[in-house]
């Protein structure tokens, strides 16, 4: 009998082991990997395949290395982070300039800085904070609380006939979603 039989296996069960004690999380994944699996394949419906591209384009510092899962959902709730806190600064931006925000512009966008985005960012650091050491449902509510603040904000801006903000709130909702994907791989409900 051949050695090679109980090496594959042996093999194919390193990459599936417990990552961070996150029961079902993967270990030694690409991010190339992790992005297909998070996000579904290159070639899938545009939707999908935008995600999958924001997937890429957020985590391709780590291009070709090779992490555990919970690793990647950590850089994403960063990233998410960081780009909150961009989108909070532009509209404070706006809300110092009356030339720039004025009436339901301003009332939106104070909306959004003074509670919504507050409480995204609340919950987003909770999550961040949490990575890669926990998973499943004590995190879960915390994506989905982000997002909900997210969305939110998003519904208000949108509303406005022209609104700078919209293009940054709606990639903050999406970074959203990508980063509560990632946390799926490591068991968040």
């Known amino acids: 009998m051949s050695l090679l039989g109980p090496v594959v296996v042996a093999l194919a069960l390193g990459f599936t082991v417990v990552a961070g004690g996150c029961p079902g999380a993967r270990r030694n994944m690409t991010v190339e990997a992790a992005c297909r699996e998070a996000c ?30 919970g690793e990647y959902a950590y850089r994403a709730a960063w990233r998410t982070l960081w780009a909150y806190l ?4 532009r509209a404070w931006h706006f809300l110092g300039n009356a030339a720039l925000a004025a009436g339901e512009e301003k009332a939106a966008y104070a909306f959004c800085v003074g509670g919504r985005y507050q409480e995204a960012e609340a919950a987003m650091d909770k999550v961040r904070s949490r990575l890669p050491e926990h998973c499943g449902p004590d995190i879960g509510g915390e994506y989905k609380r982000a997002l909900r603040d997210v969305e939110a904000c998003r519904g208000r801006v949108a509303k406005l006939p ?11 909702y999406n970074r959203t979603i990508l980063a509560y994907l990632l946390g799926k791989l490591i068991g968040v409900n």
């Open 40 to 69: 579904g394949a290159a070639s899938a419906p545009a939707p999908a395949r935008a995600m999958y591209q924001l997937c890429m384009d957020s985590l391709r510092d780590d291009d070709g290395s090779v992490d555990e899962a």
């Open 86 to 89: 961009d989108t909070m600064a």
């Open 162 to 172: 022209s609104s700078p903000l919209l293009a940054m709130v709606e990639a903050d």
